[in-house]
């Protein structure tokens, strides 16, 4: 299982971050749409080795073309070694925040899915441009916009997904499934993995076909005085998770229905503190990988290790380079 670290630093610190943590031995470096661009700090880790991709990039706000030529330009700099990750956020943030459209998500990230692929099509085997779909249509490519097949050919796309009909899409029609992070041991094993294992069934797939990547929140540290300010960090995103609609399921799971409403109202009233401290430990334990870098490690193996082709650690407290060293050298061996 390869285990991969989050880049995310100022843009003039991108470079260095990304050696640095290149040097602490892991496989691969993910973004996310955050206060900084999703893809230029991938750029400017191409030369690092690692496997890069983005974990995730919104799909809606870009148009397919947009997506495509990011994603080819990467998967040319890296050496092939780049993954479009995509991800559908939710309607408020992608309508007033992004000033995007918003509607049928899992149908329109359907057409995105085979808009991107024709144009990589016309691009790799020089097939024509002809996409027509409800939401977009791409049915246009002149020699002066065409930047030629890749050595390795086109760069895989990936699909965040976590309710029934986001995950059948994925294992039917994407080459890797990013599990969402917001999840606990009972949630994947009763219902996410069952879920990915009957959508492969249905579209005639293995596993063999589908990089599965599992993603934790991770609290680890090998300073035990240090633990209390992680946990809490990590109290605050399954706060900020929980109080979104669309992960309610994990606090169902969990026995925590009754948190989602409270979270909710508290976080539209922008009462973000008071989130966290509805977290219990038992809640903590459940959602969070938590601890010295050799727990965390046996706890990444216990969650995943069965099934995860690679690890995405979300540390939302952040972690030491060592202790981050410590917990890959432990999980590879």
């Known amino acids: 299982m390869e285990v991969d670290a989050l880049l995310m630093a100022p843009p003039a610190e991108v470079a260095r971050r990304a050696d640095e943590l ?3 031995g892991v496989d ?9 661009d999703v893809f230029l700090p991938l750029a400017l880790a191409a030369s690092t080795g ?7 990039a919104i799909a809606f706000p870009r148009s397919p073309m947009h997506l495509a030529h990011l994603a080819w330009d990467l998967s040319a700099q890296s ?6 990750g995509l991800g559908t956020q939710i309607q408020a943030h992608v309508e007033r925040r992004y000033g995007a459209t918003w509607s049928s998500p899992v149908t329109r990230m359907a057409e995105w899915i085979a808009a991107i692929r024709a144009i990589a099509a016309r691009w790799q085997e020089g097939e024509p441009l002809a996409f027509e779909g409800e939401h977009t249509r791409h049915t246009l490519m002149t020699p002066a916009f065409d930047p030629g097949p890749l050595p390795g050919g ?13 995950v059948r899409l994925a294992t039917a029609q994407a080459d890797g499934l990013l599990i969402h992070p917001f999840t606990s041991d009972r949630h994947l094993t009763e219902v996410t993995l069952p879920r990915i294992d009957a959508g492969l069934a249905e579209a005639s797939r ?34 900020f998770y929980g109080s979104t609609p669309a992960y ?26 008071e989130m966290a401290a509805l977290i219990d430990d038992d809640l903590l334990d459940a ?4 601890g010295d870098p050799a727990t965390v490690a046996r706890r990444i193996r216990e969650r995943y290790g069965e099934r995860a082709d690679r690890v995405a650690l979300s540390t939302p407290g952040g972690i030491r380079d060592e202790d981050l060293a410590a917990v890959v050298a432990e999980v590879h061996r």
Not at 50 to 56: E, F, G, K, P, R
Request: hydrophobic letters at 40%; aromatic letters at 6%.
């Open 287 to 290: 959602v969070v990988l938590r």
């Open 154 to 166: 086109p760069p895989p796309i990936w699909l965040g997904a976590l309710g029934p009909k986001m």
């Open 248 to 273: 309610a399921a994990v606090l169902e799971t969990e026995g925590r229905a009754h948190l989602h409403p409270e979270l909710r109202r508290l976080s539209r009233e922008g009462r973000w503190e």
């Open 206 to 239: 293995s596993s063999g076909d589908l990089t599965l990547v599992g993603q934790a929140i991770v609290a680890c540290t090998s300073d035990a005085d240090g633990q209390a300010d992680l946990d809490l960090a990590a109290r605050w995103m399954i706060g």
């Open 22 to 24: 290149a040097e602490t």
């Open 79 to 84: 050496g092939g070694r780049f993954a479009l």
């Open 50 to 56: 690692c496997d890069l991709y983005t974990n995730v």
């Open 28 to 36: 691969g470096l993910f973004t996310f749409e955050g206060p900084h």
